[in-house]
């Protein structure tokens, strides 16, 4: 069993920096790529980002680009995304994704989800 659990949301100013956290258990071979969603009240999920086991390929939506920075420690089994220059529209809750598979991971298919952590940018 994998499990995913995601923390440091919070509320912040427009402008302002947040560092989510991803922490993985279970086996290694089922979660090689890693990724991050969001999704703000009354619209759909979007996919933000995500980064393969070595972290040589990272992947981004256009609205987070320059701002966001995904990264991941694997001794720690840790996913991060550095988030800056945040804005009002950024307000969601975040999720952690997880897949063997990098196409599956950015569609939002990945097999494993965390419970997500809330994140609030005021004006």
């Known amino acids: 069993q994998v499990q995913l659990v995601e923390s440091g949301g919070g509320l912040v100013e427009a402008g302002g920096s947040l560092r989510l956290s991803c922490a993985a258990s279970g086996r290694t071979s089922s979660w090689r790529t890693m990724g991050w969603f969001r999704q703000a009240p009354g619209k759909e999920r979007e996919f933000v980002a995500a980064?393969?086991?070595?972290?040589?390929?990272?992947y981004y939506t256009d609205s987070v680009k320059g701002r966001f920075t995904i990264s991941r420690d694997n001794a720690k089994n840790t996913v991060y995304l550095q988030m800056n220059s945040l804005k009002p529209e950024d307000t969601a809750v975040y999720y952690c994704?997880?897949?063997?598979?990098?196409?599956?991971?950015?569609?939002?298919?990945?097999?494993?989800w965390g419970q997500g952590t809330q994140v609030t940018v005021s004006s």
């Open positions: 980064i393969t086991w070595s972290g040589d390929s990272t």
């Open positions: 994704a997880a897949d063997t598979s990098t196409r599956a991971v950015m569609a939002g298919t990945g097999y494993y």
